[in-house]
């Protein structure tokens, strides 16, 4: 495996059910990070990790909880989801790092996990 | 509140053209800008990161950067069918959590055979 695997490719589930997304690296980065694209919206973020630490949550519901048990893998986690959560999740790794005083940070995706809420 | 705009589009140019994309940002502390591809029902793909004001060439693709302005573009030259896909513009600041790239909605870009 190359690059930023996801799986489930696809997922369809109902409100009630319990579901996790998982993510994995092969890049050796050190950050790792959840995306959700929706139709005619940009790119929202909502987790960040580093160097295994949750250092960004953007005001995500509770009813998404991510995981990261070390530098290459990252879990999202699913539960009572509503059908407005149906959207495409995006996961991304960099190497962040910092030269006098830029940061420097290449995010590469992987292919997604296609959600449909019913 | 931090934002990335670009033109929706769609921008349609005829195969051979330049295609032009740009991007304006509001947060003057920006420090690294980047464009990224998505065709339609794949994930985006990194093909241009620019740090420093000026231009940057990589095969076809030439990024522009003005700091003074708050502006980044991308020309590709000698469009191909092959290019007509999504480009999102990225922006990441400075300060903070690093890892925090603010996307624009995308332009969408359609090259006519």
Redesign the interface.
């Known amino acids: 495996e190359t690059g930023v695997t996801q799986t489930p490719r696809h997922l369809v589930m109902g409100m009630t059910n319990k579901k996790s997304l998982k993510c994995e690296q092969h890049l050796g980065h050190n950050?790792m990070?959840w995306y959700k694209q929706s139709a005619?919206?940009?790119?929202e973020?909502m987790f960040?990790y580093?160097l295994e630490e949750r250092?960004?949550n953007n005001s995500v519901p509770s009813r998404f909880s991510p995981e990261c048990p070390n530098s290459s893998h990252l879990f999202l986690h699913l539960h009572t989801l509503q059908p407005e959560d149906s959207a495409?999740y995006?996961c991304a790794s960099?190497q962040?790092r910092?030269t006098f005083?830029?940061?420097?940070?290449?995010?590469?995706?992987?292919?997604?996990t296609r959600l449909t809420v019913l | 509140q931090k934002e990335v705009e670009q033109n929706s589009g769609p921008l349609s140019v005829p195969e051979g053209a330049i295609a032009s994309l740009n991007c304006t940002y509001s947060d003057r502390g920006s420090q690294s800008f980047f464009w990224y591809r998505q065709y339609s029902g794949k994930s985006p793909e990194l093909i241009m990161s620019i740090y420093s004001n000026g231009d940057k060439e990589d095969g076809r693709f030439t990024a522009q950067l003005n700091k003074a302005s708050q502006y980044v573009s991308l020309l590709i030259r000698d469009s191909q069918p092959s290019d007509s896909a999504t480009y999102l513009c990225a922006v990441n600041t400075y300060g903070g959590s690093q890892g925090n790239l603010i996307f624009g909605k995308g332009t969408k870009l359609s090259v006519k055979p």
């Open positions: 950050a990070y005619k919206k940009p790119l973020l960040v580093s250092v960004e495409l995006l960099s962040e910092m005083g830029a940061a420097y940070n290449e995010q590469f995706f992987g292919p997604g």
